[in-house]
């Protein structure tokens, strides 16, 4: 008995120094992305500002189409959260300005709203709406992969910041997708059900071909 409890407690025991072997791999952004993210700079060149990020406390610039800037501190950027499975991002909102629908195909999101009213909301695979107008201090957590949104509420601009459960999120904007590449005009028709018009109006506006 006594035995066993001793092989157990040594069986946990190395299980927890395997898992702990590596602290961290801050990303070397030189090397290859790949599903396990990205190779680690050597531990010996790690410096504290790794891991911090200061491109955050500017705000983006919002004299823009859609009026709103997403500033992102992903991998990309920000090299210390490789291998950690979070990653961050800032909103500004001006006044009526909104972030298109859009999905984030590896991460779930997390939204606080530090200043401002924000109308926020995802459709949901069985196509039902969850929305809400969130005030500074609330918190909404959009799921991995469904299209949601954010606009401006009221008058104002808006400010807030995005949590992500991964290092690379990856950012898809249904709007772009359709009208800022090069899906030919009648296939965004065809495909969308759209009004070849409208479709030739929106590709022109966000620069799209085809
Ligand atoms: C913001 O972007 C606009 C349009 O690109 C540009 O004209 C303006 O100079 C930028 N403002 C700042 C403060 O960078
Ligand atoms: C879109 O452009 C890319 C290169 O920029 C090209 O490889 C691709 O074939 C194009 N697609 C269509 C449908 O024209």
């Known amino acids: 008995m006594l035995l066993h409890i001793v092989f157990l407690i040594s069986l946990l025991l190395s299980t927890y120094s395997n898992a702990s072997v590596q602290d961290?791999?801050?990303?070397?952004?030189?090397?290859?992305?790949?599903?396990?993210?990205f190779p680690c700079k050597p531990p010996a060149t790690v410096i504290s500002d790794d891991f911090v990020y200061p491109g955050l406390a500017e705000a983006g610039n919002v004299t823009n189409i859609i009026n709103a800037a997403v500033t992102p501190a992903f991998v990309g950027q920000f090299p210390g959260v490789n291998g950690l499975g979070l990653?961050?991002?800032?909103?500004?909102?001006?006044?009526?300005?909104?972030?298109?629908?859009?999905?984030?195909?590896?991460?779930?999101?997390?939204?606080?709203?530090?200043?401002?009213?924000?109308?926020?909301?995802?459709i949901s695979s069985g196509n039902i709406v969850y929305q809400k107008t969130l005030k500074k201090g609330e918190l909404m957590v959009f799921p991995q992969g469904l299209l949601h949104f954010q606009v401006a509420a009221g008058k104002k601009g808006a400010l807030a910041f995005a949590i992500f459960s991964s290092a690379n999120?990856?950012?898809?904007?249904?709007?772009?997708?359709?009208?800022?590449s090069n899906f030919s005009?009648?296939?965004?028709?065809?495909?969308?059900?759209?009004?070849?018009?409208?479709?030739?109006?929106?590709?022109g506006v966000l620069g799209g071909s085809g």
């Open 24 to 37: 961290f791999c801050v990303a070397d952004l030189k090397g290859a992305d790949g599903p396990a993210g």
């Open 185 to 203: 005009t009648p296939l965004v028709t065809k495909t969308t059900f759209l009004d070849p018009a409208l479709v030739k109006k929106l590709k």
């Open 87 to 122: 990653s961050a991002a800032r909103l500004d909102l001006g006044p009526g300005g909104v972030i298109p629908l859009h999905t984030h195909a590896g991460a779930n999101e997390l939204l606080l709203v530090i200043h401002g009213h924000i109308t926020a909301g995802f």
């Open 169 to 180: 999120p990856g950012l898809q904007i249904l709007d772009f997708a359709l009208f800022a």
